[in-house]
């Protein structure tokens, strides 16, 4: 069964203009300046951040691994 979707893509205006905005990109800023990382549950790792640190140790593991059992194979 094939869906069919409409979509429309439309221009949106950026940041300019909107109340808080300016305060909220100071917040931003001093929170990226700092060097204490964030205790928040914000800050906790994710499934997906976790999944995706797992494939790139397995990519490197593999990698690894191939590297040094083809030098024994072509000895």
Known sequence: MQTHYHIKIRWAPGHTGIEGNEAANKLADLGASQQLP????ASEPTISGIRSIFRDLRKLAQDTWWTTASVKLSS
Do not use: K, Q, T
Request: charged share 25%; hydrophobic share 25%.
């Open 38 to 41: 964030d205790a928040s549950p």
